[in-house]
């Protein structure tokens, strides 16, 4: 496949780190149309536009990600397009995290040039890419909230993300152009998947994915909820 058929979206909120991937990237793939994201909400758009993306370089803790919320969004929403993850956190568990909720791989960003590169070409070969030096097999007994949590559709990862910002109903539907009885049927569908009776137990435990606190079982976790 020659280079002008690929397109990739660099997605960081720093302008320098943006230009040093796309720097990088010019130099692999010089036909290659390389557009760039500082938000979740530019990412969106530009795969609105034209959707017919080989690669997105996406950071974690850009404005509109929450946790792995983002990701969780766009693999949901655009399943078609790969995701790399390339992030300052190079903790095994938020890897791995990010390896469980679709992305095509992860680069830490303190990987120098020549790895970035090896990286990309790997992924863009057809394979994940992840540090070899990072185990990615251990188990924090959080295997079955992360499967509940894939199975949500691209509306009510949305929903779930607002519901984690303190929203109403009212202000989601506001937000998604919906009525609120839309939303009551999204939050009832979301706490059905996750196995959770509350909203807020459902917010409690997709935080504890995000933030890499999960140490329990979940129904632990919800009878603390409940009595909290």
Not at 152 to 166: F, I, K, W
């Amino acid at each position: 496949m020659p280079d002008t058929a690929y397109r990739f979206i660099i997605a960081d909120d720093h302008p320098l780190f943006r230009g040093a991937l796309r720097q990088t990237l010019e130099t692999q793939y010089p036909d290659a149309r390389i557009d760039e994201a500082g938000t979740l909400e530019d990412v969106t758009a530009r795969l609105e536009e034209d959707g017919d993306v080989d690669l997105i370089l996406l950071d974690l803790t850009m404005p509109g990600m929450r946790g792995f919320s983002g990701l969780m969004y766009l693999r949901a929403q655009y399943a078609g397009v790969p995701v790399v993850i390339v992030s300052a956190n190079e903790e095994a568990q938020a890897i791995r995290r990010c390896v469980e909720f679709g992305a095509s791989g992860f680069i830490p960003k303190s990987h120098g040039i020549e790895v970035i590169r090896e990286a990309i070409s790997s992924v863009m070969a057809g394979n994940m890419w992840t540090p070899p030096d990072v185990d990615l097999g251990a188990d924090d007994g959080a295997g079955d909230l992360v499967q509940r949590l894939a199975t949500l559709t691209p509306q009510q990862v949305r929903v779930l993300m607002m519901l984690s910002e303190g929203l109403l109903n009212k202000q989601i539907a506001y937000e998604l152009s919906v009525s609120e009885a839309t939303v009551k049927a999204h939050v009832s569908a979301i706490l059905q998947k996750l196995g959770v009776e509350s909203r807020t137990q459902a917010v409690i435990a997709a935080s504890k994915i995000e933030a890499g606190q999960w140490q329990m079982g979940q129904e632990t976790d919800n009878s603390a909820a409940s009595s909290g």
